[in-house]
C-alpha cells in the first residue's frame, strides 16, 4: 500500500513538472467584453447575405444555407465606424418551427487596435429570436490566439425596410496574457 501510494506520488509529483508553466497561469486573465452592432443588409445590391442552397421543403425553410458577410459596427446607427466583419455560413438546420440556425463563420476586425485578428464562431440562433442567442468562440488569431469565449446577440430590429441591426456583444478570454503583447511579425528577406 505505502509504496504504490509513493509511486503515485511520484508519478503525480512527475506530470505536473511536465505541465509547464503558462498553462498553470493562463485562462485567468479577465473577459474582454467587445459591444458591436451587427449590420444586416437582406435585399438589394448591397445585400450581405446571399442564399446558396434553397431546398423549398416543407416543414418551414429547413435547409435554406446562406452565406454572409455582415458588418460589425460600433453604434446602432448604419454610418458609424466599421470595425469587423461576420463572415460565414448560416444553414437553417431544425426541423421544427422554431426555425434554428446553424452559425459558423468569422469575425474578422479590419479596423481599430484588433485590427487582422480573427474570432472563429460556432453557435446556434433561433429566428425569430425573442430572446438572445449565445454563441461560442471557439478559436482566434493574432491578438485572440486561442482564445475562448462566447458572444451575445440581441434581437434583430429593422432599421429600414432592407436592413436590420442587433447588438453583438463580444465576451473574449485570450488564451495567455502574452499573446496580447505579441508584436506584428518582422518582414522576413525583404532585403538583399
Ligand atoms: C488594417 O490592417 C490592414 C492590413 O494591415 C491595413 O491595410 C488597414 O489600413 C488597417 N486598417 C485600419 C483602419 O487601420
Ligand atoms: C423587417 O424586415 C423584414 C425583411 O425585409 C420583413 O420581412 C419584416 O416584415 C420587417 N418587419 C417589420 C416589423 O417591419
Same mark, same amino acid.
Given at each position: 500500500?505505502?509504496?504504490?501510494?509513493?509511486?503515485?506520488?511520484?508519478?503525480?509529483?512527475?506530470?505536473?513538472?511536465?505541465?509547464?508553466?503558462?498553462?498553470?497561469?493562463?485562462?485567468?486573465?479577465?473577459?474582454?467584453?467587445?459591444?458591436?452592432?451587427?449590420?444586416? =443588409?437582406?435585399?438589394?445590391?448591397?445585400?450581405? #447575405?446571399? !442564399?446558396? =442552397? $434553397?431546398?423549398?421543403?416543407?416543414?418551414?425553410?429547413?435547409?435554406? !444555407?446562406?452565406?454572409?458577410?455582415?458588418?460589425?459596427?460600433?453604434?446602432?446607427?448604419?454610418?458609424?465606424?466599421?470595425?469587423?466583419?461576420?463572415?460565414?455560413?448560416?444553414?437553417? &438546420?431544425?426541423?421544427?418551427?422554431?426555425?434554428?440556425?446553424?452559425?459558423?463563420? $468569422?469575425?474578422?476586425?479590419?479596423?481599430?487596435?484588433? $485590427?487582422?485578428? =480573427?474570432?472563429?464562431?460556432?453557435?446556434?440562433?433561433?429566428?425569430?429570436?425573442?430572446?438572445?442567442?449565445?454563441?461560442? =468562440?471557439?478559436?482566434? #488569431?493574432?491578438?485572440?490566439?486561442?482564445?475562448?469565449?462566447?458572444?451575445?446577440?440581441?434581437?434583430?430590429?429593422?432599421? &429600414?425596410?432592407?436592413? !436590420?441591426?442587433?447588438?453583438?456583444?463580444?465576451?473574449?478570454?485570450?488564451?495567455?496574457?502574452?499573446?496580447?503583447?505579441?508584436?506584428?511579425?518582422?518582414?522576413?528577406? +525583404? +532585403?538583399?
Amino acid at each position: 500500500m505505502a509504496s504504490s501510494s509513493v509511486t503515485y506520488s511520484f508519478l503525480l509529483f512527475t506530470l505536473l513538472a511536465i505541465v509547464p508553466l503558462s498553462f498553470q497561469t493562463c485562462h485567468k486573465g479577465k473577459f474582454i467584453h467587445i459591444p458591436l452592432y451587427l449590420h444586416r =443588409i437582406i435585399e438589394g445590391p448591397e445585400a450581405t #447575405t446571399l !442564399t446558396i =442552397i $434553397n431546398p423549398g421543403k416543407i416543414p418551414y425553410s429547413f435547409g435554406t !444555407t446562406r452565406v454572409n458577410d455582415h458588418e460589425l459596427r460600433v453604434g446602432k446607427d448604419p454610418k458609424s465606424k466599421l470595425v469587423a466583419r461576420l463572415q460565414g455560413v448560416s444553414v437553417e &438546420s431544425s426541423l421544427a418551427k422554431t426555425r434554428d440556425i446553424l452559425l459558423l463563420g $468569422n469575425v474578422v476586425f479590419v479596423a481599430g487596435k484588433y $485590427n487582422n485578428s =480573427i474570432v472563429s464562431i460556432y453557435g446556434r440562433r433561433s429566428v425569430p429570436s425573442y430572446g438572445k442567442s449565445v454563441i461560442s =468562440i471557439i478559436a482566434g #488569431t493574432e491578438k485572440f490566439l486561442m482564445a475562448k469565449g462566447y458572444i451575445v446577440r440581441g434581437m434583430s430590429y429593422n432599421c &429600414s425596410s432592407k436592413a !436590420t441591426v442587433s447588438s453583438f456583444d463580444i465576451y473574449i478570454k485570450p488564451y495567455c496574457k502574452k499573446h496580447l503583447e505579441l508584436e506584428p511579425e518582422m518582414e522576413h528577406g +525583404t +532585403t538583399m
